[in-house]
């Protein structure tokens, strides 16, 4: 769950439609039209992570929300056995939280794909994941999706896959001096995961923008 009172807008007269914030969007809160970025409010985290890309200076910025809006998929209709079945298949406790930063559970995530989330994107813009860090909870959107049945090796467009800052992204000197201060967050186990899945996504590991 998340709390929103800002989200991102555009400057039409200084940005230059160079796609570079589409690009780092991760929830898919930015599309290009007529050369111009145009954000989406509805699913726009305020994760900021376009203000960080973008090259002119204030092209992008925050304006506040006119009111504050919750991020949160209720899952109170959903049959509980189904919620903890799907979160069993992905090795996940259906109460923990799989994000340290808006804390959004197991059954959370599990809930907003069986309502329609489909791509990583898609349950960033329903749950609010990745609006913090965004580094960590990467690797347990990808269970999630899976456990549901959703293919998430070649999404349409592949936008997951250049994030500003992925945990694939920490050098594995970091990650297993992480691993060794924090072993119960399995840092070192997602690293490797996720360094497969981009290397089985593109063929090659890519190099991230
Ligand atoms: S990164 Fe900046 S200049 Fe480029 S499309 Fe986005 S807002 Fe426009
Ligand atoms: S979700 Fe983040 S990257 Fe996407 S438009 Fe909103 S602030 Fe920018």
């Not at 001096?177 to 593109?202: M, N, S």
């Amino acid at each position: 769950m998340i709390q929103l009172g800002f989200l991102a807008q555009v400057d039409e007269e200084k940005c230059t439609g160079c796609k570079l914030c589409e690009n780092v969007c991760p929830a898919g809160a930015i599309e290009m039209a007529a050369n111009l970025a145009m954000i989406d409010s509805d699913r726009c985290i305020d994760c900021q992570r376009c203000i960080d890309r973008c090259n002119r200076e204030n092209a992008i910025s925050r304006k506040p929300r006119p009111s504050q809006i919750i991020r949160y998929v209720d899952h109170s209709d959903i049959d509980e056995l189904q919620l903890k079945t799907l979160c069993a298949k992905a090795g996940l406790l259906p109460d923990m939280p799989i994000c340290g930063c808006t804390r959004t559970t197991g059954k959370e995530a599990v809930a907003a794909i069986l309502k329609g989330a489909k791509t990583p994107e898609d349950l960033c813009a329903l749950t609010g994941l990745r609006a913090g860090c965004g580094i960590y909870c990467i690797t347990r959107i990808f269970q999630v999706l899976e456990a549901c049945g959703v293919d998430v090796d070649n999404p349409p467009d592949r936008r997951w896959i250049k994030l500003t800052l992925s945990l694939s992204d920490l050098p594995e000197e970091k990650v297993m001096q992480i691993d060794v201060a924090y072993p119960q967050c399995c840092v070192g186990e997602d690293w490797k995961r996720l360094k497969q899945r981009y290397t089985r996504a593109d063929g090659k590991e890519e190099k991230h923008v």
